[in-house]
């Protein structure tokens, strides 16, 4: 069975753009979640959904925000980028209230 | 609000030395406990689990028992190789959501 999807792998953008990245769960997990790595805050959690539905959201700003299509991809957004949100966003699937399991990651650098 | 705390890295080791990593967590509620491992460049790979008190989680010759008495999960492994340097995160559930609460990582580093 493949595993989590993120694309692109590697992305950069300047100060003020948008930027969106995708993640394809593995087959049958209907909850996506995302999360931030970065080396001064760790992995801190983005949100998640199941089912299209937003269960759960952490303390970002508005200009983070995501969804869930019918076939449990998702995709989050970010808009106006600012050099600090420079990271590796991870995203992670499961059957829902389950294990999760992990995707390669999006490097995105702001410059 | 809930938590995880590792020990700070990085751990640096010999070839077939012994290895523990330190992991406690807040106890709120009955969580599971996680540990999951980063290799450069790459997401994480989940190691063991763990879903209730004194369950063992294994894989690859690493092991950790879930402590509800001392709310700890801390991660062991025999005779560490080279290929397991990489930083490993421990992580609890959360109540009715998957959120994990990730703790700050320990860096591993082997040397033959």
């Known amino acids: 069975k493949a595993g989590v999807t993120q694309t692109p792998r590697y992305l950069i953008k300047t100060r003020g753009q948008q930027v969106t990245l995708s993640c394809s769960p593995i087959s049958g997990h209907r909850s996506v979640s995302w999360y931030q790595q970065t080396p001064g805050q760790g992995l801190q959690f983005l949100f998640e959904?199941?089912?299209?539905?937003?269960?759960n959201k952490g303390n970002f700003p508005g200009r983070f925000s995501g969804r869930q299509f019918s076939n449990s991809r998702s995709e989050m957004n970010v808009s106006t980028l600012e050099l600090g949100d420079s990271a590796l966003y991870l995203c992670?699937?499961?059957?829902?209230?389950?294990?999760?399991?992990f995707g390669p990651g999006t490097r995105l650098t702001v410059l | 609000g809930d938590s995880v705390t590792q020990m700070e890295g990085p751990v640096t080791l010999s070839e077939e030395a012994f290895l523990t990593i330190n992991c406690t967590y807040t106890a709120t509620g009955y969580p599971s406990l996680f540990w999951y491992v980063q290799y450069p460049g790459e997401g994480l790979q989940l190691l063991l689990k763990a879903t209730k008190a004194d369950d063992k989680g294994s894989n690859k010759g690493f092991e950790a028992t879930y402590r509800k008495e001392t709310t700890s999960f801390h991660l062991e492994k025999g005779s560490v190789q080279v290929s397991d340097s990489a930083v490993y995160f421990c992580?609890?559930?959360?109540?009715?959501?998957?959120?994990?609460?990730f703790g700050t990582g320990t860096r591993l580093q082997v040397f033959p």
């Open positions: 992670a699937s499961s059957l829902g209230l389950d294990t999760q399991y």
């Open positions: 959904y199941f089912s299209e539905t937003q269960r």
């Open positions: 992580a609890r559930s959360s109540y009715n959501t998957d959120k994990l609460i």
